[in-house]
């Protein structure tokens, strides 16, 4: 069995690929003809290995595409997966409009000779990519560098990633909306530039990293998107667009906390922000505002510390009230600072096994650093901002919670709906609910619990399906009026009749159900009719 092929930390990176449109109009009519798919990918892998791949083992892949013989997506996925060399006559047949010479010109190999059997090493990482966001399912190739389980070795600081768990999250929670101006801050290989660029007139890409700019452009190319939709920008931050005005604003920005007055710890361009703590998260909410247009949404993902004596939502909280915006942060989870310190010191490559040196002293850097500020935690979760597009005499959006539970993806509808109904609420007072009609949003059941014999419950829950997947304990009252909600009776019809019922009068039941009403539509549970 091959093994994959180590760089040395010295070596210098590969460049990036080039987006000539020619050669990358070939290349991906060839991945398409190979079926070099994520379906496609899974059936010749099988789900053990695949699932394995997942999780970064790549011996049940190596051996599942040993076995393939002849299949092109055995070649393209040993090449540009498992980092294999590959015999260039095998590449060949994966890629016949581009050839082993065009791909050689593009950047995405290199070989060893001009011989059908002659070694290919792929120069880049490159994969199929399919997912579902608020605007329906995804499918392209995206490049990126080379990673350690291609490599055999940790990743050089000018690394630019692919694909992660947290650009997937991102993409998912965006909410989806036509948008004339995107801003994409820190765009990376440009993967939520692709997503907005499917709702957006124009989207614009920064990074501080002119690799990952490179990379952003040929996946552009590779996506076919067309040419000046998407303007990719060198710099930090807001700088590259001061003075514009977005209507979205997306960003997986470098918000990995690293020590800074520690030497020996790398610090890597695409997930550290250069400031000390969680500072690039608190500058980025407070900040992102001098770019939002009227009614402008920006999405970003975060870090930030919790430090002893002060609660993650005081903390975050007042961000949000510097920022002027309306503010929705949902902390999706909560790390101490050791398994915080172990996540990022793995995801650079570096472990205990493989060098126990640096893996000490890496660990103690980063306990130190969290002690120095008395952090006691780190939550990490989801930031959505907006500027008013009011004259601002409407209460304002302030929501900070924890969810920590499942949930169902693509969250950008939820989101957005959300929104939504938090506009709707916020200019509807208790007589104009009244006149409301309601019904029940289909993904929502009820659920009650009774003791052997009893014959009324004593806890009634109402359950959400999709979105948050929230469950929300009712009352007798609530639980009658979100019974009778199905769109033919209005709100205070329904008050009414409850008070008449349950031998209270309409206002006891208004003063006890309309609070809960309006969390109800503002979560989702109920709709207007």
């Known amino acids: 069995m091959e093994t994959t092929h180590p760089l040395t930390a010295g070596e210098p990176a590969a460049g990036p690929p080039t987006a000539d449109p020619a050669l990358v109009e070939a290349l991906r009519a060839d991945l398409a003809a190979a079926g070099f798919t994520v379906p496609g990918v899974e059936d010749l892998l099988g789900p053990v290995a695949a699932a394995a791949l997942h999780r970064e083992e790549a011996v049940p892949a190596l051996l599942a595409t040993a076995a393939a013989g002849r299949d092109p997506r055995a070649a393209l996925v040993r090449a540009f997966v498992l980092g294999v060399p ?44 399919e997912a579902e966001d608020g605007a329906g399912t995804v499918d392209w190739w995206i490049a990126s560098d080379l990673g350690e389980l291609a490599t055999g070795g940790p990743l050089r600081t000018d690394h630019v990633l692919g694909v992660g768990g947290a650009s997937t999250t991102l993409a998912q929670v965006t909410v989806r909306e036509p948008r004339g101006r995107t801003l994409d801050l820190g765009t990376g290989c440009g993967i939520q530039a692709l997503h907005a660029s499917r709702h957006s007139g124009a989207v614009v890409g920064t990074d501080i990293s002119g690799r990952a700019l490179a990379f952003a452009r040929f996946n552009a190319v590779l996506a076919g998107l067309p ?146 500020r008395d952090v006691e935690a780190v939550g990490f979760g989801i930031v959505v901002l907006r500027r008013p597009a009011d004259d601002g005499s409407l209460p304002r959006l302030r929501r900070l919670e924890e969810v920590t539970g499942t949930v169902r993806q693509p969250l950008g509808p939820a989101v957005g709906a959300s929104l939504a109904a938090h506009d709707l609420l916020r200019r509807t007072d208790d007589a104009a609910l009244a006149a409301q009609r309601l019904r029940v949003a289909p993904d929502v059941t009820e659920e009650r619990y009774l003791r052997p014999g009893d014959a009324d419950p004593q806890v009634l829950l109402l359950r959400q399906g999709g979105g948050f997947g929230r469950t929300v304990q009712v ?54 009719a």
Do not use: H, K
């Open 227 to 372: 040419a000046g939709q998407l303007d990719l920008r060198l710099g930090s931050m807001l700088e590259p667009v001061a003075g514009e005005r977005f209507d979205l604003v997306v960003s997986n920005p470098p918000f990995v906390i690293t020590p800074r007055s520690a030497e020996g710890v790398p610090t890597y361009e695409y997930r550290d922000g250069g400031r000390t703590g969680d500072a690039i998260v608190q500058d980025l909410i407070t900040s992102v505002g001098g770019v939002l247009a009227p009614g402008g949404v920006a999405q970003l993902l975060g870090n930030w510390e919790v430090r002893r004596g002060e609660s993650w939502d005081e903390r975050v909280g007042a961000w949000l009230d510097a920022s002027g915006l309306d503010g929705w942060v949902v902390q999706r989870e909560l790390q101490d600072p050791a398994q915080y310190a172990e996540t990022w010191i793995r995801d650079g490559g570096t472990t205990p096994d493989r060098d126990p040196a640096a893996w000490q002293e890496r660990y103690a850097a980063w306990l130190a650093d969290f002690a120095s």
């Open 86 to 129: 590959v015999p260039a006559g095998d590449l060949a047949a994966a890629l016949p409009a581009l050839g082993v010479a065009g791909a050689e010109r593009l950047g995405l190999v290199e070989t060893s000779g001009a011989g059908a059997g002659d070694q290919a090493r792929a120069r880049v990482d490159l994969r199929p990519y």
């Open 475 to 528: 009352g007798t009252a609530l639980a009658g009026f979100v019974g009778a909600c199905d769109g033919e009776l209005a709100v205070g019809q329904i008050v009414n009749a409850l008070g008449a019922l349950l031998g209270v009068g309409a206002e006891a039941v208004a003063a006890d159900v309309l609070p809960e009403v309006r969390g109800l539509l503002q979560d989702g549970l109920l709709l207007p």
